[in-house]
């Protein structure tokens, strides 16, 4: 506990008071929905309040996070920047004190404020939590038993925030909870419920009435009914709408104001241009409604990134804005906008200071950069480097930034006029069973840099947005290299040092394991051909021996769905040089521990396969140490066609005739 009489300042009082719980197969429980899982709850089936109070007092994880918090190590203690409560405290100067009085006589401290999220068991499948039809994902794994905390909690005084999937889902039992809670009567504690309103009967309806629900948020993002059916597959616009405004109806019928009804909706570019309109309507009909941006979703990130603010123009945003202050004049308190209006002035003053860098170059976000290097942009990012592997001849990338370099140059019969993986520090001959990853080894060795990242001769980052969407193995095919193909994927150094300012990573855009037809990262691998489980649980043992810390990123990564491939990344110098003493390590000892002597040469390409997959576990590790970690995610090209153009030139000195076949 805090010292009594402390001066800190502190962003939030979430630490003392506040428990979210994601409950899934395992049950997650944190601080606050932007914070790092501090405990995962295996067998959840008989816990209830009495058990997560002694987790939230006396587990040693949940007490080390507190620990930094009250030292003012807000990093440390896994709060990020894109939290509210962390921007408001840092702009704006907002603060809590004296978290001393949240605790009891003996220092306890009992958690008065609960967000359970009773997910992904759902009835509709929208498209910004899961865009495609081939996702997998239990949708039985949440236990019900987690909700039976729900009536003693609120009855005691306990507030709390339920969310989904959707609550209303007969498996969880929350109609005839809320029936309890009225039978109980005087409770002290309170109950806001976010639900999609398919199952808002009139039974529901009287229960929550009748209950002490302070506020029901229904998810509703926009009021053309083509357009709400689309984004939220599964459900009906005209079938909702009723629901909604007979819970309207029964609550003004009883004279009451409580709870507040009001519509929950997201901002997105299929929505935003007609945001007037959608505000206007549901007004009318006597709702509230509240306002946020689209965040990035677990299982739709290309949705997301076609759907997100990010793929709205600068004029875009700031007409959604003039929208947002019209309706703000007309309808006053009604409309909760301020966090909407704070995101939107904030992604104007962001693109607005991106445009500013790319004018400076010539040209909109979409056109052609003027030839030449930002220095101020250069400056901002220092020494980036760019290794590209080539094992043959062919059409090659070069620059500044871009170095073609040849792998496995020591085994190699061809000489190439470029970098090669057999100089210095080196494990050039071993190319055959690392491939790209000589290249990496060598720079890791033997390149002072800034920023790392590595290529290959016909797989390459898009470093410009390109519409064309990813085909079967995450790849946008392309035709070969030539002038317009590198203006058209931003391979200039203008352009990659414009895409990497700000960004800590790039990487590549996470691929599913249901385009391959498989339910897990471990099923994706044993299922290649020539390629062998035996020798993934061997690295996954490895990496427990070595390096056990990562344990947990181990296995969240064999259950997983999504993974990076192509052993493609740039990277800041210390993550850089940290990811590759811990991958090198891993693969060394798996090397000894490998019987290569009969493998087929795809076979021995084993250990390369491998450093694709723990680039993914080291990530997700990473990204919980560091969660303000800034992340790109860019498309990948490949090339049908690798070998130099030929030059075609006249037959004679004179009079040649063009003739086009």
């Not at 010292?3 to 899934?24: D, V």
């Not at 990020?80 to 100067?93: I, T, W």
């Not at 039992?173 to 504690?189: I, P, Q, R, T, W």
Request: aromatic fraction near 12%; hydrophobic fraction near 40%.
């Amino acid at each position: 506990m805090p010292n009594q009489g402390s001066s800190r300042k502190y962003p939030c009082e979430n630490p003392y008071t506040t428990l979210y719980m994601i409950a899934r197969d395992k049950l997650y429980l944190r601080f606050c929905p932007c914070h790092s899982s501090m405990v995962e709850v295996t067998d959840y089936d008989n816990i209830g309040f009495d058990e997560l109070n002694d987790i939230f007092n006396n587990n040693e994880a949940v007490c080390n996070v507190r620990r930094k918090f009250a030292e003012g190590d807000f990093l440390g203690a896994g709060c990020p920047d894109n939290c509210n409560f962390m921007a408001a405290f840092k702009v704006s100067g907002h603060f809590f004190d004296c978290p001393e009085k949240y605790a009891d006589s003996t220092g306890r401290y009992t958690f008065s404020r609960a967000y359970l999220s009773l997910g992904p068991d759902c009835n509709i499948r929208c498209r910004y939590c899961m865009d495609t039809d081939d996702f997998d994902v239990d949708f039985g794994s949440c236990k019900e038993q987690i909700a039976d905390f729900i009536v003693p909690f609120v009855h005691n005084g306990g507030h709390l925030d339920l969310t989904g999937g959707e609550p209303f889902l007969p498996k969880w039992g929350f109609v005839e909870k809320l029936k309890e809670l009225a039978v109980l009567g005087n409770s002290k504690g309170s109950i806001v419920v976010f639900t999609n309103a398919t199952l808002l009967d009139d039974e529901a309806c009287d229960a929550m009435l009748d209950a002490p629900v302070d506020m029901v948020l229904i998810s509703m993002d926009t009021s053309r009914p083509e357009l709400f059916n689309y984004l939220r597959r599964g459900s009906d616009f005209e079938h909702v709408l009723r629901n909604a405004k007979t819970l309207l109806e029964k609550r003004n019928a009883r004279g009451k104001t409580r709870p507040i009804i009001r519509i929950a909706c997201s901002v997105l570019k299929s929505n935003a241009l007609h945001l007037e309109e959608t505000i206007d309507f549901y007004l009318e009909q006597g709702f509230d409604i509240s306002l946020n941006m689209l965040f990035k979703a677990n299982f739709s990130p290309d949705f997301c990134e076609r759907e997100s603010v990010d793929a709205m123009s600068v004029e875009q945003v700031q007409e959604v804005l003039c929208q947002l202050i019209r309706c703000e004049e007309k309808w006053g308190e009604r409309l909760y906008s301020a966090t909407l209006k704070g995101q939107l002035e904030n992604v104007i003053l962001q693109k607005n200071n991106l445009l500013t860098a790319i004018l400076t170059q010539g040209g909109d976000y979409y056109a052609k950069r003027k030839p030449g290097i930002n220095p101020e942009i250069k400056a901002a990012v220092g020494n980036a480097k760019i290794f590209v592997s080539y094992h043959k001849d062919g059409e090659i990338l070069e620059s500044e930034i871009m170095q073609p370099i040849h792998v496995g140059a020591a085994l190699s019969g061809v000489t190439l006029e470029m970098l090669r993986d057999d100089t210095g520090d080196n494990i050039s001959a071993k190319n055959d069973r690392f491939c790209e990853l000589t290249a990496q080894y060598w720079a890791w060795k033997n390149v002072d840099a800034d920023y790392y990242g590595f290529m290959h001769y016909r797989r390459h980052f898009a470093f410009r947005d390109i519409p064309e969407q990813p085909e079967l193995g995450g790849v946008v095919i392309m035709q070969r290299i030539d002038d317009a193909y590198k203006n058209y994927i931003g391979l200039h150094d203008n352009e990659i040092y414009a895409c990497l300012k700000d960004y800590d990573i790039i990487l590549p855009t996470p691929i599913g394991t249901s385009v391959w037809g498989t339910l897990s990262n471990e099923a994706q691998f044993s299922s290649l051909e020539n390629l062998h489980a035996v020798e993934f649980d061997l690295v996954c043992q490895v990496i427990n021996q070595l390096h056990p810390e990562y344990s947990d990123a181990v296995e969240e990564f064999r259950s997983g769905k999504y993974a990076y491939w192509y052993n493609m990344f740039v990277m800041r110098r210390e993550i850089f040089h940290d990811y590759s003493a811990w991958l090198f390590s891993i693969l060394e000892a798996v090397e000894h521990k490998v019987d290569f002597t009969y493998f087929s040469e795809q076979e021995m390409r084993t250990l390369a396969f491998m450093a694709e997959r723990l680039l993914s576990v080291y990530l997700n590790h990473l990204q919980k140490r560091k969660p303000d970690l800034a992340i790109k995610h860019l498309k990948i090209t490949l090339l049908k066609n690798t070998e130099k153009a030929t030059d075609v030139l006249p037959a004679f000195e004179s009079g040649n005739v063009p003739i086009a076949v």
